[in-house]
C-alpha cells in the first residue's frame, strides 16, 4: 500500500513538473512580444499592415512628433528603444548617418536590421540637379561621392517590396504567426498594386507630363514610375528655404512656356515660393496644390486614422488636378 501511495505521487510529481515545463514553454511561445522600430511613418504603417492584430507585435515609431526626417537626432530614449528591439526598420539614407553608431552599441546583438536604401540595391535614384534648380550654397557635392534620394516610400512599386521585406523579417522573429505575416502582405500588396494602376491610368490620359514644385522635390521616384517630366526649385534633401531671382525667373518662365495650370508644393511648405513663382507669370492664375510626402507624419493624424495608403490616394486627387 504504501509503496502504490509512493508510486503514485512520483507520478503526480513528474506530472507536475512536466505541466510546468510545458506551461512555461507556452508563455514563452504565446507572450514574448516582438519589438519592432520603425523611424519614419510610412515604414511604420507598413509594419502596421503585415502585423494586423497580432497582439505580440509592439510596434514604436520613433519620428512621431512632426520631425523632419532631414534635421532629425536621436535622443537618449529613441537610441535605448532601438537597442533592445527585434526589429529595426530605417530608411537608410543620408539622413540616417547616425544610425551606425545606434547599432553598434546595441544591446540586441540578434537585431533583424531592414535598411530600405539597401533593400533597393541599385534601384536607388542618385540626387538629380535638374536645369532650373537651385544647388546647395557650396557646391562641394560634385567632388565627393554621388548622394542618393533617400525619399524611396513614395514610390507605390518599392512600397510592395518593402512591405515583403518586412513580412519577411516578422516571420524570422515570430515563426509562429508566418503564415498570417504573409497573408497581411499579400492582401496589402494587392492594394499597393490596384492603387499603382489608377496612378498609371492618370497619367496616361493626362493631358500636362509635367509637375513643377516651387519647392524641394522629393518625388523623384514617383515622378519616375510614371515618366513624368518635372522642375523644382531645390533638390529634395536641401536645406535651402529661399529661391534665388534666377531661379523664380526661370521657374515662372516654364510655367508660361508649358502653360501649366499648376505650381506644386510639399506639405511642410509656408507657400512663399509658390506664390511668388505664379506673380512672375504672365496670367497669375495658377493653382497652388500640395502633395504630402509623409515626412513629417505626427501621432495624432495616425490616431486620426490616416495611412500610408490614404495619404496616397490623396495625393493622386491632387495629381489629377495639375495634369488636367
Not at 1 to 11: D, E, Q, T, V
Not at 126 to 153: I, N, R
Not at 223 to 243: H, K, N, R, V
Not at 293 to 305: K, L, N, W, Y
Request: net charge negative; aromatic share 8%.
Amino acid at each position: 500500500m504504501k509503496k502504490s501511495f509512493a508510486l503514485i505521487l512520483c507520478l503526480i510529481l513528474l506530472a507536475s513538473l512536466f505541466a510546468g515545463c510545458n506551461s512555461t514553454d507556452q508563455n514563452t511561445e504565446t507572450d514574448a512580444d516582438i519589438k519592432v522600430v520603425a523611424t519614419i511613418f510610412p515604414l511604420y504603417d507598413w509594419v502596421r499592415e503585415v502585423a494586423q492584430d497580432d497582439v505580440h507585435i509592439d510596434l514604436d515609431l520613433l519620428l512621431d512628433n512632426g520631425v523632419d526626417l532631414h534635421s532629425y537626432q536621436p535622443t537618449a530614449k529613441d537610441i535605448m528603444d532601438i537597442s533592445d528591439c527585434d526589429v529595426f526598420v530605417y530608411v537608410g539614407g543620408e539622413s540616417d548617418k547616425w544610425v551606425a553608431d545606434t547599432l553598434a552599441q546595441a544591446d540586441n546583438k540578434d537585431m533583424i536590421v531592414l535598411d530600405l536604401m539597401d533593400i533597393l540595391g541599385d534601384k536607388a535614384k542618385e540626387e538629380e540637379l535638374k536645369e532650373g534648380m537651385q544647388g546647395e550654397e557650396e557646391e562641394e557635392e560634385a567632388e565627393e561621392e554621388p548622394e542618393y534620394d533617400e525619399h524611396v516610400w513614395l514610390s507605390l512599386k518599392n512600397a510592395a517590396l518593402f512591405t515583403q521585406s518586412i513580412a519577411d523579417a516578422l516571420k524570422t522573429a515570430d515563426s509562429r504567426h508566418a503564415d498570417a505575416f504573409q497573408a497581411n502582405a499579400d492582401a496589402y500588396i494587392e492594394k499597393l498594386s490596384a492603387l499603382d494602376a489608377q496612378y498609371q491610368n492618370t497619367v496616361d490620359s493626362a493631358s500636362v507630363k509635367t509637375l513643377l514644385f516651387g519647392d524641394r522635390f522629393p518625388f523623384r521616384y514617383l515622378t519616375d514610375d510614371y515618366d513624368l517630366d518635372y522642375y523644382a526649385a531645390f533638390i529634395g534633401c536641401s536645406a535651402e528655404s529661399e529661391a534665388s531671382f534666377e531661379t523664380v525667373t526661370f521657374l515662372a518662365n516654364k510655367v508660361d512656356e508649358l502653360g501649366l495650370k499648376a505650381i506644386m508644393q510639399i506639405e511642410t511648405s509656408d507657400g512663399s515660393i509658390a506664390k511668388t513663382i505664379r506673380d512672375n507669370t504672365k496670367t497669375k492664375d495658377q493653382d497652388i496644390l500640395t502633395l504630402d510626402s509623409m515626412q513629417a507624419v505626427t501621432i495624432d493624424r495616425v490616431e486620426a486614422g490616416e495611412t500610408y495608403l490614404s495619404i496616397m490616394e490623396s495625393n493622386l486627387e491632387v495629381l489629377k488636378q495639375a495634369l488636367s
